[in-house]
């Protein structure tokens, strides 16, 4: 997870640094509640923070761009999961 935030920008709530986004590196599976099911997060997803309104058009542009690269860096694992998913979901539609 790549954090975006700003030097010496403190968040009162948590006395650390004011945190604007993050964005996934490296995609990841996440549990579901069925074991036939298969879902996942792919690189690149953005999570904006509650301060993320601070941000201007060209800083949100800039962590835009910096998650377009990470998912095109990640593109074969991504890939790999999409399928995992398709394949997840067609046994899931056959069980029905």
Known sequence: MV???EQN???RETNDLREYAKIVLHSYEIPTFRLSDFD???AGTI???KHAYMLTEEQRKQIQDVSIKTREDDKER???FTRLK???LRKHNKED
């Open 3 to 5: 954090v975006v935030c």
């Open 9 to 11: 920008a403190i968040d």
């Open 40 to 42: 996942f997060v792919p």
């Open 47 to 49: 999570k904006w923070t």
């Open 78 to 80: 991504i890939e790999h």
């Open 86 to 88: 398709e394949a997840s």
